[in-house]
């Protein structure tokens, strides 16, 4: 039974709790899934918290209109004053191009709106990190991240190991290029 199955039974026994927390634990696999942010908006509406559940909604396909999506995001607004808090109250997990179309377009406004106000926010996995030699962290992603379907499918490993190696490699060349210099 998948977690999308597990967490419509918890909600249909009235545990709302234990749905949000298997829903949450799904995120941290599939962090842009659509079904589980779905279906985690509507256990924070079961839950009477409107706003949560506009927050999970801002980044899904919900269409802006949609009368129960817009009574949400008015009141993660209402709840968060300014821009920047509300931006910092996303599920984000993600970069934002992993996200549909309209998340995409949501993010960029609040981007927009939080610039204007004279404040920087880049969406949390929208930053691209390298050590100091240059690497790009996100180079030793899993390739099946992007579509949502990887779930811990044991791919680290080999990631690490081959990483390890390209160190090991790089070691073992600058070795050989001081002992040359110094025998030479």
Not at 2 to 28: E, K, M, P, T, W
Not at 107 to 128: F, M, S, Y
Not at 155 to 180: N, Y
């Amino acid at each position: 039974m998948d977690v999308i199955d597990q967490a419509q039974r918890d909600l249909a026994n009235g545990d709302v709790s234990a749905a949000q927390d298997r829903l949450y634990a799904a995120l941290r696999n599939r962090p842009a899934s659509q079904p589980v942010l779905e279906l985690l908006a509507y256990a924070h509406l079961m839950a009477g918290d409107r706003a949560t559940a506009g927050a999970a909604w801002f980044l899904t396909d919900k269409a802006d209109d949609d009368p129960t999506a817009a009574s949400a995001f008015a009141a993660l607004e209402a709840r968060h004053r300014s821009a920047i808090a509300l931006a910092r109250s996303l599920p984000i997990n993600a970069p934002s191009e992993y996200y549909p179309a309209h998340a995409q377009n949501r993010i960029e406004r609040l981007a927009a709106t939080i610039r204007a106000n004279g404040q920087e926010w880049v969406p949390p996995r929208d930053t691209v990190y390298f050590d100091e030699v240059g690497v790009d962290a996100d180079y030793f992603v899993d390739d099946d991240f992007p579509d949502g379907s990887y779930a811990g499918s044991g791919r680290a490993f080999p990631q690490r190991f081959v990483a390890a190696l390209i160190i090991v490699a790089i070691a073992a060349t600058s070795a050989s290029v001081v002992l040359a210099i110094v025998f030479s």
